[in-house]
């Protein structure tokens, strides 16, 4: 019972009317963020960066992606400006070859963006394909004729 006086005077405090107890942590969430993390990850930046300018745990940031529309788009869009960023970053170094190193900027795009090596072999053993291959994420749904035969 000393719990239940305590939580409503903190209520009361707090200027809450609800007589239910365990009334849940307001969220932190902003529409203003939508904005701030399209501009962030414009920058090359991850979601989780983003997490960490703000002051809030990346677990938080997934439940505003959840519980908010507008929020999930802006991270969408923002995943789009970051590859951007990224793919900028990897013509330029190519191209002009100054202060470029290809193997942190592989493994910057490879972890932020699915990209990942990939080896062909065919069945001959004769020719080897050996690239770098876009792995786009699993669509919502399986359509079934897209399964193998069993």
């Known amino acids: 019972m000393l719990l239940y006086s305590q939580n409503q005077t903190l209520m009361k405090k707090n200027g809450r009317t609800s007589s239910n107890p365990h009334v849940g942590r307001p969220t ?16 090359g930046l991850s979601k989780e960066a983003f997490a960490g300018s703000i002051g809030v745990s990346k677990q938080t940031l ?10 999930l788009d802006a991270v969408h869009i923002g995943e789009m400006k970051s590859l951007l960023w990224w793919e900028r970053r990897g013509i330029k170094g190519m191209s002009e070859g100054k202060d470029f ?5 592989k493994f910057g795009i490879a972890n932020r963006h699915g990209w990942k090596d990939k080896s062909d072999v065919t069945s001959d053993d004769k020719q080897v394909v050996a690239g770098f291959v876009y792995n786009a994420p699993k669509q919502e749904e ?4 897209n399964l193998p035969d069993d």
């Open 28 to 43: 932190d969430y902003d529409p203003k963020y939508c904005e701030e993390i399209i501009t962030h990850m414009a920058e």
């Open 62 to 71: 997934y439940d505003w992606m959840k519980a908010h529309e507008e929020f």
């Open 101 to 105: 190193s290809p193997i942190p900027w």
């Open 142 to 145: 399986d359509h079934e004729e």
